[in-house]
């Protein structure tokens, strides 16, 4: 059998799994309970306590609810990392709505294609130059009503506020429409909810994430109340480092012990799940990153939070970690009080690991999830019993099988590969209005419910599970399967490569055969000659790259994935030319 459900240490002791069938608003409840004047956010030096926090939320509930809006009602977030957002989330939780998380960057037609399929009744957005046009123009022939415009200057510190707005350097569109609100005059007028909208856990939902469209049209993932709260409990309850000098790895201190850096999007299951709703889950502070890249050079002000607010957890993609590492000024930042630290959303180099924390003194443990269920996998957060190129293993209650690619029915030995199925509470109670979609994506095995993945991976005789790669992006080279991920790796491992994406392209003698596209670390110089003699090295014959790209940029999605598909679009147009 290839399911998989066992740990490798004994958590457990922990209680917390016990309690994932509260309301996912309870995060905040109880901690504003608990911790009322322990800092929750910080923006710009500014610090709201969780009682703060708190007390906005319910007013966001209370607005909410006097304007109409009914039991399972979808809200749209338009907006970065800013200390608004949670406030915004949980307030729509306690409403009874739904939470629908969406990318400001995106253009106009593609928020109105998600405010359209989910039937939004609401919207918050950004008051910004760039992302209010895009909501102004996103909300028009939709269902939405009301549009609430947030900016940042209320959230500074006094004389930033001040110096900020004379200097104009606070972020505001030119103009607002006349029937849109501003958050701080909704905030200041609202009567704030008394008890939130009952619900059921295990049935409501709270949340709906679009899918990132790697694969095609993005489509609305509901997840429920017990969906968020079982991933949060898990992070919590799997992750075990040492937090003092001397002391014993144990789970995350709670009520203050620890900063997180909150610079992946929130609009993101990743982003939510490892810094928002952990943070909060724990009493602890979370710095509001709106921009990944903001500073000169790049990724320069997330060094300085680390350093400033001595940030000891964070969670990353590949090609963040690649970045931060890869920084020209890191070695002037003090990143000591980094512990550990999260990679996800794609496979992470061991080179770009072993920079990493050759740099930090971090250990980075990689985890798996999708934004239909989250955790799939979480490695073990110590060096002794971590697997590098492994996503580790399920947290508890979460069964993983390896199943046969055609049908998604038919489980396959250890050791071998194929699809990679999952069930357990975190996952999805399906598509928004998408059957098909769930019809294709489902299978019923053991009496059990199980989400067919779409990536490739094996299960090793110590239940460590390996992703190979997506189903979608499998290269046949002459009847052989070639797996990108697996040729990325080994570019990658050349010191003058930062980033390095795969795919496969025709040939008339083989069938297909491998492009690489290359990004070069900062600074560096390189000859196709040259990777093709590092591949030599590390890949069989059929494995090795035809063709060599190199590129300033990879095309990535808004978790940092590399977008293979786009580049086979600009390949195949390349060619017609």
Known sequence: MTSISLNISDRSHSPV???????????????????????????????????????????????LKSIGLEKGDRVAIFLPNVPQFPEIFFGILKAGAVCVTCNPLYTA????????DCKAKVAFCMDHPLFYPT????????????VVICNVKSYLPGFKALFGGLLGKIPKADVHEREHLLFDDVIKNAVAIEQPVKVNPTEDVALMLYTSGTTGKPKGACLTHANMMFGAHSMNTWVHFVQTSGGEAEVLKCGGAHCFLGLLPWYHV????????????????????????????????ALESVQRYKVTFIALVPSLFAAISNHPQIDKYDLRSLISCASGAAPLASETMARFE??????????????????ISINPTNLEERKIGSVGMPPPGVSVKIVDIDTGLKELPLGEEGEIAVSGPQLMKGYFNMPEADKESFRAIGGKRYFLTGDIGRIGSNGFLT?????????????????????????????KVSLAAVIGIPDEERNEKV??????????IATVEEIMEHCQKKLAGYKRPREIEFREALPTSIVGKVIRRVLKEENKAQQKK
Request: charged residues 20%.
């Open 358 to 375: 050759k740099k930090t003194g971090a250990v980075i443990f990689e985890g798996y999830g999708m934004s239909e269920c989250i955790p």
């Open 109 to 116: 037609d593609e928020l109105n294609y998600q405010l359209k």
């Open 467 to 495: 992703i190979t790669d997506r189903k979608k992006d499998l290269i046949l080279v002459g009847g052989f399967n070639v797996y990108p991920a697996e040729v990325e790796e080994a570019i990658i491992s050349h010191p």
């Open 17 to 63: 799994l016990s309690d994932y069938s509260q309301p996912l608003y309870s995060l905040l409840d109880n901690a504003a309970q608990i911790y009322p004047k322990h800092t929750f956010t910080i923006y710009q030096g500014k610090e709201r306590s969780y009682v703060q926090v708190n007390q906005t939320s319910n007013k966001v509930a209370g607005f």
């Open 515 to 524: 492009k690489a596209f290359i990004m070069l670390r900062p600074g560096e």
């Open 135 to 146: 909501t102004v123009q996103a909300v028009k022939n939709t269902d939405v009503h009301t």
């Open 270 to 301: 990743f982003g939510l799940w490892t810094s928002m709703f952990w943070s909060c889950l724990t009493g602890n502070k979370l710095v509001c990153h709106p921009d990944p890249r903001s500073g000169n050079p790049p990724f320069s002000e």
